[in-house]
């Protein structure tokens, strides 16, 4: 973030005053951008800066089909066939992030006046943060977190619209993803090398160990059967950790994992596989991004309040496949 940014950021705004603290649009945009620095899925996403509270994103797509043999001479008589042409409708909600620092934090930490400049920063990598968290797990029938509300998320929308697999308790494997690519439509698979596993931390952990260890020797058989070529895990979320039959399985520690069961029996913790296209998942950020920041005497603090409005949507529901009840091992 840019230190113009972060001026405007940490600068006294009152309410009402200096634009109510709005950030100019090219201060806007690289907010959004550092954000999204520090998330995984929201960062590979489709990310569409929008001017208004809502939009509509054109699509594209044709059928299984559309060639037919000619005949000279004579029609084909196909008139039915061709591209269709939709709509995406992205909606956003208005979201809050509030802060506070008192006037001895400001004074006595060995930053000194720095610090203000550090919460920043820290807040902002922490609304990206939440911002990821709902736009996975969002569903608007939750009543244990308000935040969940806001909107349902990629997942919720998947497995409304979406290919449902049900693992029905079973423990992350190549089946899983086996069960997964054979649920995909075939002519997805066309891209086949643009598709990715999306999955949580846990089911990953679970995946290297029963890939890792044959007897008491360790073996990194993701590379060498699935795979072809060795090549370590990089450790890191976000990263691809194996492959599964070719396709990486990315780490996203945001996706639930401690969902109970669906089907008949369940017990323990439950996440989930995800399997599409990075760019399937759409993520709309209205380009105002509001930041007020005021002093309070009898507190004797500075209360920053953030304001942004977001919504997500799924380009393509028939190229996401969900397998669901996963189970977590304890």
Not at 221 to 228: C, H, P
Not at 300 to 314: H, M, S
């Given at each position: 973030m840019s230190n113009e940014l972060l001026q405007k950021v940490i600068d006294t705004t009152t309410v009402g005053a200096d634009g109510g603290g709005l950030l100019k649009p090219e201060q806007s945009n690289r907010f959004i951008d550092y954000m999204f620095d520090a998330t995984i899925l929201t960062r590979v996403a489709r990310t569409i800066r929008m001017r208004s509270d809502t939009t509509e994103i054109d699509k594209v797509g044709v059928g299984e089909k559309l060639m037919v043999l000619a005949t000279e001479g004579a029609s084909t008589g196909q008139t039915d066939r061709g591209a269709t042409f939709t709509k995406v409708s992205l909606t956003t909600k208005k979201l809050r992030l509030d802060w506070e620092l008192s006037s001895e934090s400001l004074e006595d930490n060995i930053e000194g006046a720095d610090l203000e400049d550090h919460i920043a920063r820290l807040m902002a990598t922490q609304a990206g943060n939440d911002i990821e968290d709902l736009a996975i797990n969002g569903d608007t029938t939750l009543t244990s977190d308000n935040l969940y509300k806001a909107f349902d998320g990629f997942r919720k929308l998947a497995l409304n619209g979406g290919q449902v697999v049900d693992a029905a308790g079973a423990s992350i494997s190549k089946a899983t993803f086996n069960s997964a690519l054979k649920a995909m439509p075939r002519k997805y698979k066309q891209r086949r090398n643009q598709l990715r596993f999306f999955t949580g931390s846990n089911l990953v952990q679970d995946y290297l160990y029963n890939l890792t260890t044959?007897?008491?020797?360790?073996?990194?058989?993701?590379?060498?059967?699935?795979?072809?070529?060795?090549?370590?895990?990089?450790?890191?979320?976000?990263?691809?950790?194996?492959?599964?039959?070719?396709?990486?399985?990315?780490?996203?520690?945001?996706?639930?994992?401690?969902?109970?069961?669906?089907?008949?029996?369940?017990?323990?913790?439950h996440g989930e596989v995800h399997l599409t296209f990075p760019q399937n998942f759409i993520?709309?950020?209205?380009?105002?991004?509001?930041?007020?920041?005021?002093?309070?005497?009898?507190?004797?603090?500075?209360?920053?309040?953030?304001?942004?409005?977001?919504?997500?949507?799924?380009?393509?529901?028939?190229s996401f496949v969900v397998v669901k009840n996963v189970k977590v091992a304890s």
């Open positions: 044959v007897g008491s020797t360790p073996e990194d058989i993701a590379s060498s059967i699935l795979r072809g070529n060795p090549a370590a895990p990089e450790g890191n979320p976000g990263g691809v950790i194996p492959f599964a039959f070719g396709i990486p399985v990315v780490e996203v520690p945001l996706i639930d994992e401690t969902r109970t069961g669906t089907y008949s029996g369940a017990s323990g913790q993520v709309g950020i209205k380009r105002d991004v509001t930041v007020y920041r005021e002093f309070k005497p009898k507190k004797d603090t500075i209360e920053y309040t953030l304001y942004i409005r977001v919504g997500v949507a799924v380009e393509n529901l028939d």
